[in-house]
């Protein structure tokens, strides 16, 4: 080989074994020590960086579970009671059971219940048009169908249904994030306790004003009558404010409050048809 | 739609500006500069800007439509503006295919990859005319001679363009004085009488254009101004510091693309900076730049290039140059 | 050379149709709707009930601590009854409903005509007086005015400042107060002089009313210390910083209020209502309102008493035009659309503009061209387009950085936007998401 050659690779192998020596102090001295249970942690967690759990990302849930004592307040919604188990096991805590829940609106007023009275024409936001009137209706609580919701889902699971103007939840592509939820300017979606076969009963409707009015703004508003409140055997009906609410966690499926609700504001969904009795049954709406 | 009342937030009047007006106002000022282009280049110049306009459209309305997918906004007139100023940059001569190509890049590239109107770092027309530049060097350095009609359009007698020949003289270390004798005199340039791109010739006309623009608002002086300022000015130093090395500062504003670049091409809304105090940095460095590659660079006009870097300036001018606020209370104060 | 703010304003057409229409007085409806919320701060409480009879000029609600104001019955009659109204803010709010019967004032009123110069009350007097008669800012903004009038310790007031510049297009009440009742206001100024302990008040009328000018002038001659500014027309003349700085040359500091440069503002319907209230112990309970519009018949300005339903005065006007689009409660650079033809009149109400359909529509939505023409429209040289884009994003710490806070809403900028984008939409949902954010910041 001639001398250029030679004195090529000696030089360049020279230049790369100092290099290799002042980076590897460096990186010595500059060294931050990490806790090296928070990689593998962040290893079980989905990756998503969706910000369900509270915090920026998934590496600062990660570094919080495992600065933490225990797991209290602590729980990854995407990655659900199997990734928090993981997490216990790993790090010697205990994983609180958590149920698993998934995202509801809290609201039927399409336009087919729900007659317009003004229309807006403003930039195409809920929280701008919330901050301006009422909204297109009389009722001043219900959904303003604007999507806000459906741009800050991250996992696909919103769409907004052109033909009643309010989103639609995916229950397979819902991981209960809570970006919907904090979003709302109305505060119309909640994350309900999941049921097997994604079955759901629910009072579709935030409406707090007095009977008459709400049901003048909605045929499906709730009135308040408290008709559900009298039949439930389960202590799951709550009246405040003139609005009736469900409790997920107390509710036994039982049935009986939605055909109670005389203007059907009480939404039951994927169950098996009634059996024909003596009354006309309460469709299901949104099936 | 039906009898409900509107209701939105305020302000519940608008101006009457919209994007469209604004860029067909922009076709208007290069009206003269395109006429003038007819009266000295003849058909080659129709041919050249009819096929860049037609591509630029064409290639805008086919990603849209099928690639994109989005609602076609051709009618909003900048693809019509990009056209026309990568044709106003090109020789006469030149081959339809190489426009083509051209025409691809300042849409395609430059503009839609970006995002569409208003995403662009880099403008388009120049981009194009780079990429052209330096792809078909050979058909992108040989300016046709003006002869009005006579002059054909492929076929036409080609000769250098006076950044050319001063730039080759000096190198082969002719005196300036000698070499100023064989370029056209400055009345000569002023009314366009030289080799050059189609629109860059006639500063007479591209002026005119500028006066239209201030008057209808769509530019503001800050940029123009500032552009042929800096460059008056170090050119007339570098001229008077050697005068028979360095052409005078007239010479030098009226050769070359200058004035079609500080009017027309620095002005680019998307690409230029949005801060009046910005502008002027801006239009100083593109006036620096330009002087720098004419004199002690390897090309003979260095407008476009020196637009292109500082339009890679811009984000970062926009970021941390801001306007002084109503009420902002002075440091130390 | 005429006087004017040097950044940034629009001109928008001033469309002044009923600036040549003398004031009438409305006709006073069957009932009223009086909301108890119709100036900045705390709604007032309400001091009658049901079934109780009121005469006009009566208390029927107190302010609730020291920024809040009184509210009075603009009607005699009964209360129907005390419930929630949608009301032109576009919410729906307490009022007081009452049935009209006769018109039979407070004995206290004083209800002569003649022009009283005389100021009996010394300066505390008449702010208290401000706040017992519930004077609240006539300009639009209602911001009670005996607190403005309160000059805190350590800050001093050297000028007083009328504003007469009625800015927005189609607006005319003030330029008629003006011609018809120009003497009570500069007399109100006066009082209000006396008020802040003052020896200068500079009167500023945009260009566009010659006859305002030329009438005030006369009259400011024959009164100690005040001066009428001619300014040049460019909206926004009437904002209270541009007001300030192109009257004096002072620039109300970001964040500051315009004391601290010595200076208070007052519209001159203010000046006219402290009048009355001070020499003639009247009340605030009726205001000139302008309604307006290119499709009613009869358009015109009226002497309206708060609380009664819009419709009557669109009534008056001619009747509601079938092509109406839009009603809104101002000026069309700031007003606020409503939603509903029976919104009561309330105190900050200066106008009614109605806008026929095929322009109270807005433009498509385009890209932002970076064109930069929103940034040299903006009177506090803010960036429009950033602001918006920080707000749609949710970057509320930069916007914070950007001055969103200091944005007026003036909507100069949407006015321009040869785009058409919703700049100043977007803008308000920053700055009420950046304000929250720093309250929370400011709680830990």
Redesign the interface.
Known sequence: MSSTVLITIFSLSLLALVSAVILYFIAQKFKIYEDPRIDEVQALLPAANCGGCGFAGCRNMAEALVKADNFEGLTCPVGGASVMAEAARILGKVAPVIDPTVAVLLCNGSPEFRP????????SDCR?SHS??LG?TDCSYGCMGRGDCERACAFDALHMDPATGLPVISDDKCVSCGACVKVCPRHLIELRKKAKKDRKIYVACSNCDKGGPARKACNVACIGCSKCYKVCEFDAITIKDNLAYIDAKKCTFCRKCPTECPTNAIIELNFPPRKPKLEVQAETVNG | ??N????????????K???Q??MLNVVVALIPAFITSVFYFGIGAIIVTATSVVSCLLFEYLIQRFILKKPI?IT?G?ALVTGILLAFNLPSNIPVFIIVIGSFVAIAVAKMTFG????NPFNPALVGRVFMLISFPVQMTSWPVPKGFATGYTDAVTGATPLALIKEGLKNGEPLSQLMDKIPTPAQMFLGNMGGSIGEVAAVALLIGFVYLLFRKVI?WHIPVSVMGSMAIFTTILWLVNPEKNANPMFHILAGGVLLGAIFMATD??T?P??PKAMLIYGCGIGIITVIIRVYGAYPEGVSFAILIMNAFVPLM?AYI????????VKNG | MLKTFP?GG?H?PENKITADIPIEYLPLPESVTIPLSQHIGTPSIPAVNKGDSVKTGQVIATGKGFVSANIHSSVSGKVNRIDVVLDST?YKQMAVFINVEGDEWISTIDRSKVINRDIKLSSEEIIKRCFESGIVGLGGATFPSHVKLTVPSGKKCEILIINGVECE?YLTSDHRLMLEKGEEILTGVSILMKALKVEKALIGIENNKPDAIAHMTKLASTFKGMTVYPLKVKYPQGAE?QLI?ALTGR??????LPLDVGAVVHNVGTAFAVYEAVQKNKPLFERVVTITGKSLSKPGNYMVRTGTPLSRLIEAAGGLPDD?????N?G??????????DVPVVKGMSGV?L?P?EE????EI????????C??VC?????P??LMTLSEKGLFERAEK??IT?CM?C?CC???????R?L??YI?LGKSSVIKMVRERNLK
């Open positions: 317009r009275t003004s229309q807006y024409d403003g930039a701008i301006l009137y297109e | 739609m039906s409900l009342l509107n209701v939105s937030p305020s302000p519940h009047s608008h101006g500006e919209s994007t007006k604004l906004s909003d900048s569409g109107l208003g995403n503001t809304y998307v230029s949005m801060v926009n801001k306007p002084r606020r109503f009420g902002e209370e | 950044k629009v928008p576009g297009p910083k700085k620039e109300v500091p970001s964040g500051h109406t689009g839009k009603i809104i101002g069309p650079m700031m007003g606020k659309a409503v939603a509903n033809i503009v806008v359909r109270s529509v807005r433009n385009k890209p932002c061209i970076r064109c930069a023409k940034i040299s009177p506090v040289n803010l960036e387009y950033l950007e001055r200091d809403e909507g949407s006015f321009t936007c040869p785009a058409s919703p100043l939409d308000r």
